[in-house]
């Protein structure tokens, strides 16, 4: 199941609806606002997304991994609205009967709701500018975080 929240996303219920006693291996994936964003001060951000296709589109990513990696279980949430840096933007959840394809399922669904579920991210930063990101970008290059002085 793949849900969008207003709301703080609450973990605890999310990976307890996912406990089966044939399942071996169990592994998620939560995704924080950070305070900075390629060496800027990040002080908040916005998702907004196209619900229905969201649902729609989200779903149908949970079904695609479900089926490539023969999950026992399955969730996701993505949080829409107004965040600060330390917040929990989403949580990706799944279990199987082995550990790996657990971990080869997680990494698959948060790549593919970043990469086509209609969710967007607006960033607004410390220095008063703002932008849209892509959410399809990785700076996985993290050098630049120590040539920050970000703001906590």
């Not at 900075?36 to 695609?64: F, M, N, P, S, W």
């Amino acid at each position: 199941m793949f849900t969008l929240s207003h709301k703080a996303i609450a973990v605890e219920p999310l990976r307890q609806s996912l406990l089966r006693l044939d399942a071996g291996g169990f592994c998620s994936f939560e995704g924080w606002v950070r305070n900075h964003h390629l060496g800027r001060g990040v002080e908040r951000l916005e998702y907004e997304a196209y619900a229905k296709l969201a649902l729609t589109q989200g779903a149908a990513v949970l079904d695609a991994a479900q089926e490539q990696f023969d999950l026992l279980g399955v969730r996701a949430e993505h949080r829409i609205g107004e965040l600060v840096p330390g917040e929990l933007a989403v949580w990706v959840g799944v279990c199987s009967v082995h550990r790996d394809q657990a971990f080869e399922a997680c990494r698959f669904i948060i790549d593919e709701i970043k990469a086509t579920v209609p969710i967007w991210k607006h960033e607004f930063y410390t220095d008063r500018s703002n932008e849209w990101v892509d959410p399809t970008a990785c700076h996985c290059d993290h050098r630049h975080v120590a040539e920050t002085e970000v703001q906590t």
